[in-house]
């Protein structure tokens, strides 16, 4: 059974850091492209970072460019999101995600969010 736990979001004001986190278990992780997403009240859930299987590629949104980073550490099938100069914007829950391929594909296997909130 894939599970995919994501763990370190919270309150922060607006310009602080916060560092994400995502486990996975059950599926062979270096493997898989991992991505982070973000899903806002009432609105749609967008993709906001992506990690290739080794971890040399990565892809952002434009709205987190130079803000956020992505990592993985393959020997602890983690995998993680390094936030900056937070804007209330950025309140959401944010998701972990795997697939199989690079570019197009569909996301196979989610976690079950954490709450970020920024306050202004």
């Known amino acids: 059974q894939v599970q995919l736990v994501e763990s370190g979001g919270g309150l922060v004001q607006a310009g602080g850091s916060l560092r994400l986190s995502c486990v996975a278990s059950g599926l062979a992780f270096s493997s898989y492209v991992m991505g982070w997403f973000r899903q806002a009240p009432g609105k749609e859930r967008e993709f906001m970072a992506a990690?290739?299987?080794?971890?040399?590629?990565?892809g952002y949104a434009d709205s987190v460019k130079g803000r956020f980073t992505i990592s993985r550490d393959n020997a602890k099938n983690t995998v993680s999101l390094q936030m900056n100069s937070l804007k209330p914007e950025d309140t959401a829950v944010y998701y972990c995600?795997?697939?199989?391929?690079w570019g197009a594909g569909t996301y196979l296997y989610w976690g079950q969010g954490t709450q970020v909130t920024v306050s202004s």
């Open positions: 990690n290739s299987k080794s971890g040399a590629t990565t």
């Open positions: 995600a795997a697939k199989p391929t």
